[in-house]
């Protein structure tokens, strides 16, 4: 394998289009209700090598992600937000406590950036204040 291909080092189209490629199928996998493993191993082409590694480390940190997003998420149950929300909170909540190679501005503006795109009018701002309080918690 080449340096070109490692989780840490995505082929071309950058991490922003992997980072993207990660949350949908997280999205996926929650409301087809597989598990990610399942989900990727039945996918006809493999996602970027990044997109893989976000994934599987959501999947793998999954009780710890979740608790970070309720105790910084006030007044919000997880399971009341909605599914796209939730799925940018852990994707993004994995990469803030265990991916340290990743800025946290990176992280937070992305996610924001994706709930400005693909949730409702207000995820954007919901997104950010719980992201920038996680932030301050595990960086």
Known sequence: MTAEHEPT???PGGRR???ER?????????IKGTETGTLLAELPLDPDPFAIALV???AEHAPAVDRLIVDHARNWQID??????RALLRLATYELA???DVPTGV?????VDL???YSTDDSGRFINGVLSAIAAAVR
């Open 9 to 11: 080092d995505p082929l």
């Open 17 to 19: 289009e992997a980072r």
């Open 22 to 30: 990660a949350f949908h199928l997280l999205y996926e996998s929650e």
């Open 56 to 58: 599987t480390g959501v």
């Open 80 to 85: 009341r937000m909605p599914a796209l929300d």
């Open 98 to 100: 265990f991916r340290p």
């Open 107 to 111: 992280v937070i503006s992305e996610a």
């Open 115 to 117: 709930a400005t795109r």
